[in-house]
C-alpha cells in the first residue's frame, strides 16, 4: 500500500504531537507540545483547546475515568473527560530536561520518555511511572526517547529513539513489565531508516507498527522484524506521530509540526488522516 494522507484541519500546531484514539472522551486528542495545549476534534471538525501547562507531550485515558497527561517534568491527572489536570510533583528537578512521548503498558503503567531541551546525546531517560504515581528510570541514557506502544499479551514492546535514529524492541528479562530495571530490559535494533527520523508510533491488530518519519514527509509500516511494508506520505515533511482511531480504528491520524522549519510549509502544523486496511487495537490505558 501506498497512499497520500488528506489533510483534516488547518495548521493550528506549532509542533504537533501525541495523537491518541479514545472514545470515552469522544475521539482523537493530540497536543501542541511546546503551546502546553491539549486538542481534541469534535464532530463536525471543531478542535477544542485546554492549557495544561508548559508542555504537553502526550494524553492517555485512565481506566477510571478521565486522562493523564505528560506536562513538563511530569504528569497531571484529570478526573473527568474535559476536566482541567491536576499536576504531581515532578520526577526530576533538571529544567534542561522535558517530557517527550509516552504510553501504557498491559499492567496500567506509565512510560515516558525525556528528553534534554538542546537534545543533547544521553540528556534523556525512559521512566516508568506506577499506578500510584510513583516513578522510576527503566533506560538510561536515552538521547529523544520517543514512540512507544506495548501488545496487550506482554509480549515485546517498540520504542522510538529519535536522536539514535532507531526503531527497538524492547522485552522484559522478568515476567512483570512493573519489575522491570535498567539491568533487566533487552533492548535490540530493528530498524534505521534511509530517511527521516524515527518518531511517534503506533501498533496495529497484526503485531506490526506505524511509525512517523519526521523530516521525510512520510509514515512507514514494519513488521515484527523490521521490514518496510507500506507507506504513507503526508504533504509536510515534519511529521511527528499517528494513531489509528474512528468507529472501525482504520484511520490512520497523523500529526505534523512547523517547529524549526527553514523555509515555510503550509500545511506544517495541520492534522492528517488516511484509511488502512489493517486496523489498531484499543489504547491501553492508565491504570492509577
Request: glycine content about 14%; some cysteine.
Amino acid at each position: 500500500m501506498t497512499a497520500t494522507a488528506e489533510q483534516v484541519t488547518d495548521a493550528i500546531t506549532y509542533h504537533g504531537e501525541g495523537p491518541c484514539w479514545w472514545p470515552g472522551w469522544g475521539g482523537l486528542r493530540w497536543v501542541d507540545m511546546l503551546a502546553g495545549d491539549l486538542l481534541t476534534l469534535r464532530p463536525g471538525g471543531r478542535v477544542d483547546r485546554l492549557h495544561v501547562g508548559e508542555v504537553a507531550a502526550f494524553v492517555r485515558p485512565r481506566t477510571a475515568g478521565g486522562y493523564i497527561v505528560a506536562v513538563e517534568r511530569g504528569i497531571a491527572l484529570a478526573d473527568g473527560p474535559d476536566d482541567v489536570p491536576v499536576p504531581l510533583p515532578p520526577l526530576w528537578d533538571d529544567a534542561g530536561v522535558r517530557m517527550n512521548d509516552g504510553g501504557c503498558d498491559p499492567e496500567g503503567n506509565l512510560w515516558a520518555g525525556s528528553m534534554a531541551y538542546d537534545a543533547r546525546p544521553g540528556g534523556g531517560d525512559l521512566w516508568r511511572v506506577d499506578t500510584r504515581g510513583r516513578g522510576a528510570v527503566v533506560l538510561r541514557g536515552t538521547t529523544i526517547a520517543n514512540g512507544i506502544a506495548f501488545p496487550s499479551d506482554g509480549g515485546p514492546a517498540w520504542f522510538n529513539d529519535s536522536g539514535e535514529g532507531r526503531t527497538d524492541r524492547l522485552r522484559p528479562g522478568t515476567p512483570r513489565w512493573a519489575d522491570v530495571g535498567p539491568e533487566s530490559l533487552d533492548r535490540s535494533t530493528v530498524h534505521r531508516p534511509d530517511d527521516g527520523v524515527p518518531d511517534g508510533l503506533v501498533l496495529d491488530a497484526e503485531g506490526c507498527v506505524w511509525t512517523a518519519l519526521h523530516g521525510a514527509g512520510r509514515v512507514v509500516r514494519l513488521s515484527p522484524d523490521g521490514a518496510v511494508l507500506d507507506a504513507v506520505t503526508v504533504p509536510a515533511h515534519q511529521v511527528t506521530a499517528c494513531t489509528l482511531g474512528g468507529d472501525d480504528l482504520r484511520d490512520l491520524y497523523i500529526t505534523t509540526s512547523r517547529e524549526n522549519l527553514e523555509e515555510p510549509e503550509a500545511q506544517a502544523g495541520a492534522l492528517f488522516r488516511v484509511r488502512v486496511d489493517v486496523p489498531g487495537v484499543p489504547v491501553l490505558p492508565f491504570g492509577g
